[in-house]
């Protein structure tokens, strides 16, 4: 990680953590989406992502100022800690493979969850986010349309990430800030539906539309599917 990339990195985390919540909610989504999934702190010799540094920021503050209350966890927010819980501990005790990598995916699945589980507190905020997500993945969607015209990864350039250059069949595979295409490709796809869901109201289907032409893009520039 170079010297940008640490600057943005503290920028996003003192956002994250100070921030009032909608603009702390922002925040974490824009570091989450720009900083390059590639970029890593050696801190006594542990490979630390900086994104692990912007969720724990974001766990750190919805329980702090108490904008989440375990005590009014429904029963979907439990299902899932459990499911994730119990998926983990059956993998430790059969195989002896990867048990550290499939904790720090448990450990970034529950701290994600529930950090945004404490930004967006309704249906009206979630609304709100998707509209507002748009500002964030305009500018996204152009650098890698970018990528995908002249293979430069504008991301890894700037913020010292290290990025492969991906074809099929002769063509490129837009990255983003992904370590793989596919990657890059379910972000476009697992947003589909929820601006199809926004599109059913008809004051909001403007904004619906932009989401899904922008959904597409990802799909096609990462060239999957």
């Known amino acids: 990680m170079n010297t ?23 925040s974490m989504v824009a570091g989450a989406l720009y900083l390059p999934q590639s970029l890593h702190l050696d801190i006594f010799g542990f490979n630390m992502f900086a994104l692990r540094f912007v969720e724990l920021a974001g766990f750190i503050r919805v329980m702090s100022r108490r904008e989440l209350s375990l005590s009014r966890l429904n029963g979907i927010d439990r299902s899932l800690a459990l499911f994730s819980i119990y998926t983990t501990v059956v993998f430790l005790f059969r195989s002896p493979d990867g048990q550290a990598f499939e904790i720090g995916r448990t450990v970034d699945t529950l701290l994600c969850y529930f950090t945004f589980r404490g930004l967006l507190r309704d249906v009206d905020e979630f609304r709100w986010f998707l509209a507002s997500f748009l500002v964030l993945f305009i ?11 002249t ?10 990430g290290t990025a492969p250059t991906i074809m099929r ?5 837009a990255l983003g800030s992904f370590n793989h295409p596919t990657l890059l490709g379910m972000l476009g796809g697992s ?15 403007a904004i619906a539309s932009m989401g899904l032409a922008l959904c597409v ?9």
Do not use: H, Q
């Open 217 to 225: 893009a990802i799909v096609v520039a990462s060239n999957s599917g």
């Open 151 to 160: 293979s430069d990864n504008l991301f890894n350039a700037f913020f010292g």
């Open 139 to 149: 500018p996204y969607v152009a650098l890698v349309l970018f990528e995908r015209v």
């Open 4 to 26: 940008l990339g640490t600057s943005i990195l503290c920028l996003v985390v003192v956002s994250v953590l100070c921030a009032p919540r909608r603009w702390a909610l922002m």
């Open 169 to 173: 069949e002769g063509k490129i595979r």
């Open 191 to 205: 947003l589909i539906p929820l601006y199809l869901g926004l599109w059913i109201p008809k004051k909001s289907r």
